[in-house]
């Protein structure tokens, strides 16, 4: 079984930056599409973007031009770099193979306020 380790989260400032990492253990992960999605306090979670096993990427409109999605498959590893924040971003922050086909991580945090 999978196991997902997100981090880098914190508090930021509106306009502020953050970079998400999430490491994956297991075999195979250079296969995989790869996606990040996040749950805000009272709603449901929401696909963020995903990033094939190339570099064709994915993004909802709200994160196009403000979120970029790679990964590194030497790393088993995935990102998100997370620019321009808002306070509408703040959520818990998941990766997972899209689709949600393995089981959840902790996610990490990500609040924007002033």
């Known amino acids: 079984q999978v196991q997902l380790v997100e981090s880098g989260g914190g508090l930021v400032q509106p306009g502020g930056s953050l970079r998400l990492s999430c490491a994956a253990s297991g075999s195979g992960f250079s296969r995989y599409v790869m996606a990040w999605y996040r749950q805000a306090p009272g709603k449901q979670r929401e696909l963020v973007a995903t990033?094939?096993?190339?570099?064709?990427?994915y993004y909802v409109d709200s994160m196009k031009g403000r979120f970029t999605i790679s990964r590194d498959n030497a790393k088993n590893t995935v990102y998100l770099q997370m620019n321009s924040l808002k306070p509408e971003d703040t959520a818990v922050y998941y990766c997972n193979r899209a689709g949600a086909l393995w089981s959840w991580g902790q996610g990490t945090q990500v609040t924007v306020s002033s």
């Open positions: 990033i094939a096993t190339g570099t064709s990427t």
